[in-house]
């Protein structure tokens, strides 16, 4: 088994800081995400990466930046945070089988932003 | 483009009662979908719940059940009687067969489903 952790579990911004989430993973998965969850809209995708040094762009990519230097590790800016923003940020993995590829989730980051 | 409507919560359900919780897709761009159910109980991180790679075919956990029908395009998941224990937000998902590790997931609003005593 493996796990996949965030940090932090908690983060409070001001409007116009950048932010930046992190999130590390020991299954040896090829493939990595991040996700936003607000109330009532689901998960949408940010950014995803295949492998080391490769970005690909998700649904909701305007006002974040995206790094993954390692395998393990793949990290998350909110470029400019916006006023009273409140959500949730999800990490994920995954690696092909074949025929799908399950994700698994890490527990999340909240972000506030004052 | 690809989008899932599931069922709007939040959904009560009284202990032993049956439950349904409804699932549409539209894959506009994918030749192969794949289908999932995944869970968020209280206090834990989301997981998938049950899978289902091939249309026609039927996944099952837990005492769920959801059956990937390709004609109506529908993924509803079912259970003959709840407990509390399965109070939690229920998402269901699509995936692209073709994607190998570009792999990704179109993700439903989720359900938050209660079950009372």
């Known amino acids: 088994g493996g796990i996949i952790t965030q940090t932090p579990k908690f983060l409070i911004g001001q409007e116009g800081q950048k932010l930046t989430l992190k999130c590390q993973q020991n299954?040896?998965?090829?493939?990595m995400y991040w996700y936003r969850q607000d109330s009532g809209k689901g998960l949408r995708l940010i950014y995803y990466s295949i492998t080391e040094n490769d970005l690909q762009k998700g649904d909701l990519s305007e006002g974040y930046d995206a790094s993954r230097e390692k395998k393990s590790s793949f990290s998350l800016t909110v470029t400019s945070a916006q006023k009273n923003e409140m959500a949730v940020f999800l990490c994920a993995s995954s690696i092909w089988g074949g025929n799908y590829a399950e994700q698994f989730f890490g527990p999340g980051t909240r972000l506030t932003v004052l | 483009g690809d989008s899932v409507t599931q069922t709007e919560g939040p959904v009560t359900v009284s202990e032993s009662e049956s439950l349904i919780i409804n699932c549409t897709y539209s894959?506009?761009?994918?030749?192969?979908?794949?289908l999932f159910w995944y869970v968020r109980y209280p206090g834990e991180g989301l997981q998938l719940l049950l899978k289902?790679?091939?249309?026609?075919q039927k996944g099952s956990s837990r005492g769920f059940e959801a059956t990937y029908n390709k004609e109506t395009t529908s993924f509803h998941l079912q259970k003959a009687s709840v407990q509390e224990s399965d109070s939690a937000v229920y998402y269901c998902?699509?995936?692209?067969?073709?994607?190998?590790?570009?792999?990704?997931?179109?993700f439903g609003k989720g359900t938050l489903l209660t079950v009372t005593p």
């Open positions: 289902v790679i091939t249309a026609g």
């Open positions: 299954f040896n998965h090829d493939t």
């Open positions: 894959a506009t761009s994918i030749a192969y979908p794949n």
């Open positions: 998902a699509l995936g692209d067969r073709s994607g190998g590790s570009n792999y990704k997931l179109t």
